[in-house]
């Protein structure tokens, strides 16, 4: 295939994985703009692949590898993760060019196996471990559960290197491969929202991770995750906000997510807003018509309160809001207060329900579900109101503390 080629990022290494413009829900994340799978080549006395694409971009891969040497020249493979985004041309790969070697984490080497990856190619090495491949010296840190059982990261020490995988990524699609390149709070969105979408149950492992790295002593000039742009300037600042993030330290922050009928529970929402913010308290208000699940944990990640509303269909919580909190359960958010709210016409059993999730999230209730029969009229939206002022008030409160 003609068309791509590699584009260099540092001495010995090119990118030459494929960007997919096109891609909208990622396992139910959404990614308004797209994404890349980034590959990388090694050019020491023998090429190294670093991992590789989604099947469906195989062609581009290899079209690319093909600009820089002969892709039948790989001798070695390293998969860092075996997600099949990054895995999913490997079996592809290996019968194509037929390495000596593909080595994965010890985990990596079984999922790999379940991925029907010829065996007699995969080898496993150790955490810490030291490897001379391609005449090029590589150092392994298993990260495990960041984000799966069998990720693994990689320091190429005559760059500076880090090949992070997953780590320090985010879905953006772009034409320009590098960090420096890109507009920086566009960037921050996206960053943020992957760590929310993909790291947050993780954060206490990302904080030993960025911990452990400290203590290797060794100094980081680019980092090449699987995913976004490469940071080859200034990858500190990438570093910082997975340390921040991952802190989840409440802030004077709280989101409103609901949804609505016949625009009672909307009503409500923007009066509890209004307390919020009379007490000084930053209110990000997610209607769940128009927002996705993945928008909800972003604006979710660092916040200090979780205000949910629901009308009652057919006895229970509108599905909208059962879907998102049973996403963003999932992704285990910390330190947060709320309440939930909503307007019902007949059995009104929504605002409970909704209840009942955060009471699973573990999220601190600080006043019982607050119903509304059908419209609310003054005198429930000053209720409305004073919830958010009461919220407003805990929140100050704890930052007190
Ligand atoms: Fe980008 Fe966990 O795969």
New binding site residues.
């Given amino acids: 295939m003609a068309g791509f080629e590699a584009v260099r990022v540092s001495e010995h290494v090119f990118w030459v994985g494929a960007i997919d413009w096109s891609v909208r829900d990622f396992h139910g994340y959404s990614t308004p703009r797209g994404t890349t799978y980034n590959a990388f080549l090694v050019m020491g006395e023998q090429p190294v692949l670093v991992d590789t694409v989604k099947a469906p971009f195989v062609a581009e891969m290899m079209a690319r590898i093909g600009s820089v040497t002969d892709p039948a020249n790989i001798k070695v493979i390293i998969s860092h993760?075996s997600?099949m985004?990054?895995s999913g041309a490997l079996p592809e790969v290996v019968a194509t060019v037929k390495p000596e070697k593909v080595y994965a984490s010890v985990m990596g080497v079984k999922n790999l196996h379940d991925q029907h990856l010829d065996p007699v190619h995969v080898a496993a090495v150790k955490d810490g471990e030291t490897l001379k491949l391609g005449g090029l010296t590589f150092t392994f840190l298993e990260t495990r559960m960041l984000?799966?059982p069998d990720s693994m990261v990689s320091y190429l020490h005559e760059d500076e290197l880090v090949f992070s995988?997953?780590g320090f990524?985010m879905h953006l699609a772009s034409s320009a491969r590098f960090a420096d390149e890109c507009d920086l709070s566009m960037m921050e969105y996206e960053a943020k929202k992957y760590f929310a979408n993909?790291l947050l149950p993780y954060a206490p492992l990302v904080t030993k991770l960025l911990e452990r790295i400290k203590g290797l002593g060794i100094n980081i000039k680019t980092i090449a995750p699987?995913?976004g742009p490469v940071w080859r300037r200034n990858p500190a600042m990438m570093l910082n906000w997975w340390a921040e993030w991952a802190k989840q330290r409440p802030e004077n922050r709280a989101v409103i997510v609901y949804d609505t009928m016949w625009q009672s529970t909307a009503l409500m929402a923007r009066a509890i807003a209004d307390g919020l913010a009379s007490g000084g308290t930053r209110v990000s208000v997610v209607p769940m018509q128009g927002s996705s699940r993945a928008e909800l944990a972003t604006e979710l990640l660092g916040a200090g309160a979780l205000l949910v509303g629901s009308p009652t269909i057919n006895n229970g919580l509108f599905p909208s809001l059962a879907d998102s909190l049973t996403y963003v359960r999932g992704l285990k958010p910390k330190n947060l207060i709320g309440a939930a709210f909503g307007s019902y016409g007949w059995s009104g059993e929504g605002p409970g329900q909704a209840e009942d999730y955060l009471k699973s999230m573990g999220v601190e209730l600080v006043a019982p579900a607050l119903k509304q029969k059908f419209v609310p009229d003054d005198a429930a939206l000053a209720r409305c109101r004073e919830l958010g002022s009461l919220v407003s008030t805990r929140l100050r409160e704890r930052a007190g503390r």
């Fill in positions: 993760h997600e985004d990054h984000h799966w995988q997953d990524g993909i699987d995913h």
